[in-house]
């Protein structure tokens, strides 16, 4: 299981330079002050009724609309939404069984006091409830051999082995940005359809039943993940 966790701090005060120009921001908290969207979408898991789901005037998804729309039924993600304005919204895989969810048995899911969503139940790997971005038309030529960076604040249960936490898919075979926190103890990060753009590298110590914040980022050269402030790895990593 993996549990995505809001970043923390005042959403007019605090937003991180790191934001500026990303591609796509997705979190439980309001990352932009000028963002006038929704959070996410939910869906009740008794009615299948949906409805939009924005923030608190704390900046954070408004946990009160969520309960007042689900009662005591879980409440699943349907979509979150892209903060930077490009459009770039996450939704639910079409080909799983299973939906994330930010509430289970009118019970907000919680790490350390904030509201988080849950990706996977007993017997599933996260890809299998992942939300997944839509396939684009755009080839990766060119894409994954220029810049990304992605940030991702985590908790691993120890429990699941196989955990994926983000898969941007550009449509080619192998054509995606790819992020294992762990499989079989080893953290991946694939930027691209090349076997030389895939970087990975064992788990630290004490990594499992804890909350990190992971940074996966790829300059054109050179490959990097870094858990927390530590450098895990950085290694030359080129192709298509």
């Known amino acids: 299981m993996v549990t995505m966790i809001p970043i923390i701090g005042n959403a007019a005060a605090s937003v991180p330079t790191v934001f500026d120009g990303a591609s796509y921001a997705f979190s439980l908290r309001k990352l932009y002050p000028h963002y ?13 009724s949906e409805t939009d789901i924005g923030f608190d005037g704390g900046g954070l998804v408004d946990t009160a609309a969520i309960l007042s ?12 939404y892209d903060q930077t304005g490009n459009g770039k919204d996450v939704t639910r895989d ?18 350390n006091g904030l509201p988080a ?12 409830t992942a939300l997944a971005r839509a396939s684009e038309s755009t080839s990766i030529s060119g894409q994954t051999n220029g810049s990304n960076f992605v940030s991702i604040v985590f908790y691993q249960d120890s429990a699941k082995p196989r ?17 294992y926190l762990t499989y079989e ?24 039943d804890t909350q990190h914040v992971g940074h996966f980022m790829h300059d054109g050269a050179t490959s990097s993940i870094y858990i927390g402030n530590t450098s895990l790895i950085s290694s030359a990593k080129t192709g298509t």
């Open 36 to 48: 006038s969207g929704n959070c996410i979408r939910i869906r009740d898991s008794v009615t299948t």
């Open 69 to 80: 729309h689900v009662g005591s039924n879980d409440a699943q993600i349907v979509t979150w």
């Open 94 to 111: 079409a080909s799983s069984d299973d939906y994330p969810k930010i509430a289970t048995a009118g019970v907000i899911e919680e790490v």
């Open 117 to 128: 969503i849950f990706f996977g139940v007993v017997g599933q790997n996260v890809q299998e």
């Open 163 to 179: 955990n994926g936490a983000w898969e941007h898919d550009f449509g080619g075979s192998g054509a995606r940005y790819d992020i």
């Open 185 to 208: 103890d080893v953290i991946y990060y694939d930027s691209g359809n090349s076997s030389g753009l895939r970087q990975n590298v064992a788990q630290p110590s004490g990594f499992d």
